[in-house]
């Protein structure tokens, strides 16, 4: 079996420093072309939920409390009409809306973001936490789809490390997808003894595939996998206890598998794999109902799809269609009108008049 514990050799300084700077250049062009165009529109504001009478009582200014559920969630400019969406969704369908804190995580300058998302939720019990870049850019490796190549795309694998102590247990939530349900139901998942994480675990895919052949052919490698029923999960829904996270350190064991893959291809798609190596057949199972994931289509062209069979608590436009994108386009998915109603967006003619 492939020993993590030891110190692997990266790629000399000039290649990772050439990378670097093409990543972050890249980033900033990105980012500069998102800011023109969101500064350039407006969100309404939402109304205010309360919580019902069955609620616990917690002080407004309490972001401590274990009672209250824990969102995280990352900000940025390209994602932004798709965060406040999301945030819409949990707060309309949660039974105690008011005790929900939600943390957001940034690698930008990120006042204008923050100050967006306090105007139309003027009420939201809220945290931004900063994001150093730095810790993760020279770890990347291109995939199929360079919004997934995004640092920020990362941060989900420091969460332990950015979000306060006090923080115990959070909710990871994407922000291409809206809830249907109450977000205190998928909190409140039982993780068992030692579980670390919780998600809809899908073992009819082809776990196989996210794996390169230099990975299938190297025994001390797929050995990882060995005593364990490895099936797919996706990590844009999980719920994380972060204080067993960081008893275990799984985010040194992560990044120790991103370091293997800087000297050997061993994988594709971006920072879905190092999860799988870490912790595919060691999590809680949750209710597929909580991830009805694919609805952006495949990674290439974006493709409408169906749901799943079953029933729906949460839609999830994981793939490369983004349905803001698609109903811009006047070119939306018939699923893409279930996202439409939490769109916060002000039409021109609503900032006209």
């Not at 205010?48 to 309490?62: G, K």
């Not at 990362?154 to 923080?167: S, T």
């Not at 994407?174 to 409140?188: C, H, N, P």
């Not at 994931?293 to 839609?315: A, E, K, M, W, Y």
Request: net charge neutral; proline share 7%; with cysteine.
């Amino acid at each position: 079996m492939y020993k993590l514990g030891r110190k692997l050799p990266l790629p000399s300084r000039p290649d990772r420093l050439l990378s670097l700077l093409l990543l972050l250049f890249s980033i900033i062009i990105i980012n500069a072309t998102a800011t023109a165009t969101v500064n350039t529109k407006r969100f309404r504001e939402a109304p205010q939920f309360y919580n019902s009478p069955t609620c616990p009582p917690i002080s407004a200014e309490d972001m401590c409390s274990h009672q209250a559920v824990h969102v995280a969630m990352t900000l940025d400019f390209p994602y932004l009409r798709g965060t406040m969406a999301a945030i819409l969704s949990i707060l309309q369908h949660s039974s105690c809306p008011e005790n929900t804190r939600f943390h957001f995580i940034s690698s930008l300058s990120s006042t204008y973001l923050h100050e967006t998302i306090t105007s139309s939720f003027p009420y939201l019990r809220s945290q931004i936490h900063s994001f150093d870049t730095n810790s993760v850019s020279g770890l990347i490796s291109t995939s199929i789809r360079s919004a997934l190549d995004s640092p920020l795309n990362y941060a989900r694998n420091y969460l332990a490390n950015i979000l306060p102590p006090f923080v115990r247990k959070v909710v990871y939530l994407d922000s291409d997808l809206v809830l249907v349900d109450d977000i205190a139901m998928l909190a409140a998942t039982p993780l068992g003894t030692g579980t670390v994480l919780a998600a809809p675990e899908y073992c009819n895919a082809n776990i196989t595939a996210y794996f390169t052949p230099t990975f299938w052919a190297n025994p001390s490698l797929f050995s990882t996998f060995s005593g364990r029923n490895a099936c797919y999960f996706n990590t844009g829904v999980m719920v994380i206890d972060l204080e067993r996270w960081r008893e275990g350190d799984y985010t040194t064991k992560i990044v120790e598998w991103m370091e293997l893959q800087k000297r050997m291809r061993i994988y594709e798609l971006g920072s879905l794999p190092p999860f799988l190596l870490v912790f595919a057949g060691n999590i809680a199972a949750v209710d597929h109902k909580w991830n009805q994931h694919g609805l952006g289509g495949d990674n290439f062209r974006g493709l409408c799809r169906d749901l799943h069979p079953g029933p729906v608590s949460l839609l999830h436009w994981s793939g490369k269609g983004k349905p803001w994108v698609r109903l811009d386009a006047s070119r939306p998915c018939p699923l893409d009108a279930l996202w439409a109603p939490y769109d916060l967006l002000q039409t021109p003619s609503a900032i006209d008049f």
